[in-house]
């Protein structure tokens, strides 16, 4: 797991229904919109608690690394950017690890504070909203960080059991979404 130089990245995770309700309570704080985007995630089979996915951002490619401690709700993670030509890693991953899920996102991306608070819809199962901070893996960083996400979560009415623990990759695999 993380050391203290490292960045990690602390997540709260909640599928909404009510996302103007929401988004208007973002920006009626003082949140702002930063981007919109759409993004296609392809995960690959590893095992338990890793995720290796190939994240595609307006023509651009960057391979994530990751393994999430859903008790602690942190991300380790290692990416590499700006892939060039990433057909022939992709077509490697397939053979090597085979395809787990295919996901497209769009995304609405507000910042608030230190706080980027994602509204991501995902056909096939519907919005989600996602506050996630990157700090430095140490305890006043990441104690701040997560009383300043359980205090969003809370005014967003988001409740301890509507937490999703599980990456999009794996949620829409319990679902039996086909790719």
Known sequence: MPTGDEIINLEIKSRILDV???????????????STREETDTYFNTRKGISLKIKEIGGKSSLLYYQFDPL???????????????????DILKDVLGVKSVISKKK?????????????????????????????????DMNNAREALSDLSKIL??????????GYGDIICKVNYKI
């Not at 608070?117 to 096939?124: A, D, L, Q």
Request: aromatic residues 6%; proline residues 1%; hydrophobic residues 35%.
């Open 157 to 166: 009415g988001i409740k301890q059991e509507d937490i999703e623990t599980h």
């Open 20 to 34: 103007e309700a929401k988004r208007k309570l973002i920006e009626a704080l003082g949140g702002k919109i930063c």
């Open 72 to 90: 602690k709700k942190i991300s380790n993670f290692k990416t590499l950017e700006n892939l060039n030509d990433q057909e022939p890693l992709i």
């Open 108 to 140: 609405v991306i507000y910042r608030y504070k230190n706080i980027n608070i994602n509204f991501t819809e995902i056909g096939g199962l519907g919005v989600f909203v996602e506050l996630q901070v990157a700090v430095k893996n140490n305890t006043k």
